[in-house]
């Protein structure tokens, strides 16, 4: 009889992430999950088990899988130390259940996020060139020397016209942007270190 009651327990969990995270049901909170399906959890525990279940479902929407894959994936979550799975072999039964019911919405939803992401307005191209004014009899001194001027950037969304920004620097705004660009790389490459 605890087997059935944490299997319904789990189920109802993995319906609520999905509620919460995949529909955007306000309604839906990790305290009213708590409260209706773990009472008996610490707030710790039950946070624990809520962040593992939601990445789990995110794993198995993000991977596409299908139900022989996610067997194989819950074989392999089981018998890694400390893993969703360890020592928790009901929790696959509702899960599959759950990937069955859900996967065609669930995966929907993560593609609609992901098609969301690839289609915000991005850099399309970009084109550039040097130009050189000289001064001219009569003009102002001023004006002349380099000048380069970044001709034309197009930015622009998936199946949108491109709209173009057109950007003039003299050689000590060249530079400044060149040390910026220099210090962004030096902060990426604490980070993440080249090979």
């Not at 189920?11 to 509620?19: E, P, R, Y």
């Not at 899988?65 to 194989?72: H, I, K, N, W």
């Not at 893993?83 to 259940?97: C, D, I, M």
Request: glycine letters at 8%.
């Amino acid at each position: 009889m605890a087997d059935v009651e944490a299997s319904k327990s789990l189920s109802g969990l993995l319906n609520g992430i999905a509620q919460k995270v995949y529909y955007s049901n306000s309604e839906i909170t990790e305290e009213l999950l708590k409260d209706e399906l773990y009472p008996e959890l610490s707030q710790e525990e039950f946070k624990a088990l809520h962040e593992k279940m939601k990445a789990l479902i995110k794993s198995i929407a993000t991977a596409d899988m299908d139900p022989s894959q996610l067997e194989a994936f819950l074989t392999a979550q089981t018998k890694r130390q400390g893993s969703v799975g360890a020592g928790w072999e009901q929790g696959r039964r509702p899960l599959l259940r759950f990937w069955k019911s859900l996967a065609v919405r669930v995966r929907g939803r993560v593609l609609l996020s992901l098609r969301a992401a690839w289609s915000s307005p991005g850099l399309r191209g970009l084109s550039w060139r040097v130009d050189l004014h000289t001064s001219q009899a009569g003009g102002d001194a001023a004006h002349s020397g380099h000048v380069a001027l970044m001709g034309e950037l197009e930015l622009g969304r998936a199946g949108h016209d491109s709209e173009f920004v057109c950007l003039e620097f003299d050689e000590a705004k060249v530079n400044q942007v060149l040390k910026k660009m220099a210090d962004i790389q030096q902060s990426i490459d604490r980070i993440v270190p080249r090979t």
